[in-house]
């Protein structure tokens, strides 16, 4: 059986898609292998970030692209969060809205769309 992508809502799927077009082939490319392989390929696609918690890491000529997700029952993996990367480290604030997110989707409060 094959993984399905969703997204938090409408907002998070375009926020992706605003992605610079290097960047958005990238994650279009690794949402590919995710949906064969499931959302524990690892390095350098995905990536643990604790508790629940995964990235998805993306690049493209235009810089570094993040996803953050979480999966949820059934083989789904919901994208809670995307932006491009500007500093080293993953923003606090990225990771923060990311679980804050995961928690209401954990808690039956959102329907993701699907992608």
């Not at 375009?14 to 960047?23: N, R, Y």
């Not at 508790?51 to 997700?69: D, K, N, P, Y």
Request: aromatic share 10%.
């Amino acid at each position: 059986m094959s993984w399905m992508i969703t997204f938090f809502s409408e907002k998070v799927r375009e926020e992706m898609l605003s992605f610079p077009d290097g960047i958005l082939a990238d994650f279009l490319h690794v949402a590919e292998i995710i949906e064969q392989f499931g959302p524990a390929v690892g390095k350098p696609y995905t990536a643990p970030m604790g508790a629940g918690l995964f990235e998805i890491r993306v690049r493209g000529r235009e810089g570094i692209g993040r996803s953050l997700f979480c999966t949820v029952e059934g083989q789904e993996v919901v994208i809670l969060n995307s932006f491009i990367k500007k500093t080293q480290k993953t923003p606090s604030k990225e990771i923060e809205k990311a679980r804050k997110r995961m928690k209401e989707l954990k808690n039956g409060e959102n329907n993701p769309a699907i992608f």
